[in-house]
T-cell receptor, first 113, second 112 residues
Framework: DVKVTQSSRYLVKRTGEKVFLECVQDMDHENMFWYRQDPGLGLRLIYFSYDVKMKEKGDIPEGYSVSREKKERFSLILESASTNQTSMYLC????????????FGPGTRLTVT | DQQVKQNSPSLSVQEGRISILNCDYTNSMFDYFLWYKKYPAEGPTFLISISSIKDKNEDGRFTVFLNKSAKHLSLHIVPSQPGDSAVYFCAAGGEYGNKLVFGAGTILRVKS
């Protein structure tokens, strides 16, 4: 069974803190993605990666960075958390190639106070 | 500018009736379209997809229709069930690699 896990379901951080969100997939997928979901805005792509150590900016990369040291793990980093980064963060993975289907983790609800 | 638009934020349907969710796109490079379903506090799950070489794809109670000339797709759920109540996201791919562009979502409520 396909599995994408995220390190935390709920997280509360203070403004200015450095925040790490971890995502692990067990499907040997090449592609991994980080999205944030906000009401009325849908899912917006922050960063994605097609291979280990490779990363590409999505539509809203400002204030975020990523790390992919191993194929199964993709980390999202908020360098200095701000209140406008309060959101639901979703990680996804997919096979490289013709399939567009992405498999999502359960999400991390991050609140920055 | 939103490349994938779901203009109805919400839809309410009676159990047993048809639910029709709509999606419009602007980018002609999109050649693959997907619908995802999302329950609160869970990640989205894949529902059904369609390639641009087709105009219809069915899977049980779910059918997706694609009108390429109008750049419009729709998801039909027949018959609707209370367990279908969720947020439905339309997504499009083909612009670049395996990246998807998502719409804002439509909240479907199926009343029993």
């Amino acid at each position: 069974d396909v599995k994408v896990t995220q390190s935390s379901r709920y997280l509360v951080k203070r403004t200015g803190e450095k925040v790490f969100l971890e995502c692990v997939q067990d499907m040997d997928h090449e592609n991994m993605f980080w999205y944030r979901q906000d009401p009325g805005l849908g899912l917006r792509l922050i960063y994605f990666s097609y291979d280990v150590k490779m990363k590409e900016k999505g539509d809203i990369p400002e204030g975020y960075s990523v790390s992919r040291e191993k194929k199964e793990r993709f980390s999202l980093i908020l360098e200095s958390a701000s209140t406008n980064q309060t959101s639901m963060y979703l990680c996804a993975s997919s096979i490289f190639g013709e399939s567009y289907e992405q498999y999502f983790g359960p999400g991390t609800r991050l609140t920055v106070t | 500018d939103q490349q994938v638009k779901q203009n109805s934020p919400s839809l309410s349907v009676q159990e047993g009736r048809i639910s029709i969710l709509n999606c419009d796109y602007t980018n002609s490079m999109f050649d693959y379209f997907l619908w995802y379903k999302k329950y609160p506090a869970e990640g989205p799950t894949f529902l059904i997809s369609i390639s641009s070489i087709k105009d219809k794809n069915e899977d049980g109670r779910f059918t997706v229709f694609l009108n390429k000339s109008a750049k419009h797709l729709s998801l039909h759920i027949v018959p609707s069930q209370p367990g279908d109540s969720a947020v439905y996201f339309c997504a499009a791919g083909g612009e670049y690699g395996n990246k998807l562009v998502f719409g804002a979502g439509t909240i479907l409520r199926v009343k029993s």
